[in-house]
């Protein structure tokens, strides 16, 4: 079993910046893939992008792409979102996500195994 915890939510104003941890309990420079998602009310699950944590490729949703980004340290078994010039539209519950292997073009919600708790990112205009 895989446990995640998610970290680093809160308000902040358009064109801001927040940073997301995920602490995993397994090896982030071992072979999985750790994702980050986000759901807003009444909306679907979106994938935001994903890490390899073998090589360290990235890949992101295209809306994101320039503006977030994602790292891990593996000696503290942690992923990261740092999430600049952030965007009304970009208010959800964030949430970090894992699978074996390392394809990081997975973009269905459900081909992940393990999910973190979730955390709220406001962004106000």
């Known amino acids: 079993q895989v446990q995640m915890v998610e970290s680093g939510g809160g308000l902040v104003h358009a064109g801001g910046s927040l940073r997301l941890s995920c602490a995993v309990s397994v090896r982030t420079s071992s072979n999985y893939v750790m994702a980050w998602f986000r759901q807003a009310p009444g909306e679907e699950r979106e994938f935001i992008g994903a890490i390899n944590c073998n090589s360290g490729i990235t890949n992101y949703l295209a809306s994101v792409r320039g503006r977030f980004t994602i790292s891990r340290d593996n000696a503290k078994n942690t992923v990261y979102l740092q999430m600049n010039s952030l965007k009304p539209e970009d208010t959800a519950a964030y949430y970090c996500?894992?699978?074996?292997?390392?394809?990081?073009?997975?973009?269905?919600?459900?081909?992940?195994?393990?999910w973190g708790q979730g955390t709220q990112v406001t962004v106000s205009s």
């Open positions: 996500a894992t699978r074996s292997g390392g394809n990081i073009y997975y973009s269905n919600s459900r081909l992940y195994d393990y």
